[in-house]
């Protein structure tokens, strides 16, 4: 009687070579076959496995005896997270680095708290892989998947951490947060859903996930902190390093235009439609300088309920600020994860509108203008 086969099925390779029953080389970003395949290439989450229940981390004896050995990470998990730290190490950190915010704080401090909570290196492994998908754009579906992994195990364990936060986890928790915000704004705009934003509940999503960091850092500068990153959040002012052509004289022009049309019309959203107008002026005037309030990025924060109601109700001056918004943020299109962001929030805004008053038509002819030209 002839040998029995021995077992070759990798049991921790790709769902699709499991699916085809065939032995996975458990390749990073893809395997090998469904590179040669052109097929969707994913792998189960890291602690999960699916092929075997044989091979769960810990039985339930052990766990109450305490005596349970570690269980080693499957080795497709170990590559493709030390292939995401890199990518955080060596490119990632440094897009998200500006004259004033030292880079030393986002590839050493930042880095050293990792190690610590996993919260943190869960979220930095989620933007380095969405940094990923947005510069290998062939393997950009495989990114992805890994992206969105990370960045829920980032969000389930900075929400486990935020139910009963202590000082301790002040500082790791705020960079978490800012991960968290920025992969969310990012996602959007690489996985390349070209179906047209609807502006208000971006914008709406947009304070909610900006409210987390400003908490936190309020708390911070509240109650202490390890001084791990105290220069970083003590710097007052940041620069953006620009490309040639980027210019926010125009949008200040016609902001000022704004302003005069607001300070003559007298009624009840009177000091709403100021207050919104004050905090986008200092949002954009002092450009390419961030002021303390984040700029153009952290202006949602600052918007009123009033605010939104007078959007909703095809309020003229809320909208037309709303479209300065836009604007303002296409200043960003060369951030990776902020792209043509501001372009598609004045295009779908705009797109609705059918009648528009004689005395917008000059301010909404730009705003179309101006949005429509590449980034």
Excluded at 26 to 33: A, D, F, R, T, Y
Excluded at 69 to 79: D, F, G, I, K, V
Excluded at 108 to 125: E, V
Excluded at 352 to 363: G, H, R
Aim: charged fraction near 25%; proline fraction near 6%; aromatic fraction near 8%.
């Amino acid at each position: 009687m002839p040998s029995r086969r021995s077992h070759t099925k990798s049991r921790k390779g790709c769902l699709e070579c499991k699916r085809r029953h065939v032995k996975c080389d458990e390749g990073v970003p893809k395997c090998s076959l469904c590179r040669k395949r052109r097929l969707e290439c994913s792998y189960p989450p890291p602690n999960e496995d699916i092929d075997s229940p044989q091979d769960s981390s810990i039985t339930h004896d052990e766990s109450e005896s305490g005596s349970a050995a570690t269980t080693e990470l499957p080795q497709a998990t170990r590559m493709l997270e030390a292939r995401l730290f890199h990518q955080y190490m060596t490119s990632t950190h440094q897009t998200l680095s500006q004259d004033g915010l030292s880079a030393h704080h986002l590839s050493i401090n930042i880095p050293r708290l990792a190690t610590t909570f996993c919260y943190l290196l869960d979220g930095i492994s989620a933007l380095s892989a969405l940094h990923l998908a947005s510069v290998e754009t062939e393997n950009r579906a495989s990114w992805l998947d890994a992206a969105l992994r990370y960045q829920s195990q980032a969000c389930s364990g900075l929400g486990k951490v935020l139910a009963n936060i202590t000082t301790r986890d002040y500082e790791p928790a705020f960079v978490t947060s800012i991960f968290i915000m920025l992969f969310a704004m990012g996602y959007r705009v690489i996985s390349v859903d070209n179906k047209p934003p609807d502006p208000l509940a971006l914008v709406r999503e947009v304070r909610t996930l900006i409210s987390g960091p400003a908490m936190l850092f309020d708390r911070i500068v509240k109650e202490g902190y390890s001084a791990h990153l105290e220069s970083w959040l003590h710097v007052p002012e940041t620069r953006e390093a620009l490309p040639s052509g980027s210019n926010s004289r125009d949008i200040i022009t016609s902001l000022d235009r704004l302003r005069t049309t607001i300070d003559l019309k007298k009624g009840p959203h009177h000091l709403a439609y100021q207050a919104t107008w004050q905090q986008l002026y200092q949002a954009i005037e002092p450009w390419p300088k961030i002021g303390p309030q984040g700029g153009p990025l952290a202006w949602p924060l600052f918007l009123s309920d009033e605010f939104f109601t007078l959007i909703q109700n095809d309020d003229w001056i809320a909208r037309i600020l709303f479209l300065h918004y836009g604007m303002a943020m296409r200043l960003l299109c060369h951030r990776w994860y902020v792209r043509d962001w501001g372009r598609r929030l004045v295009l779908a805004t705009l797109e609705p509108l059918d009648e528009i008053p004689q005395e917008w038509k000059d301010t909404i002819s730009w705003i179309r203008q101006a949005a429509e030209r590449e980034d």
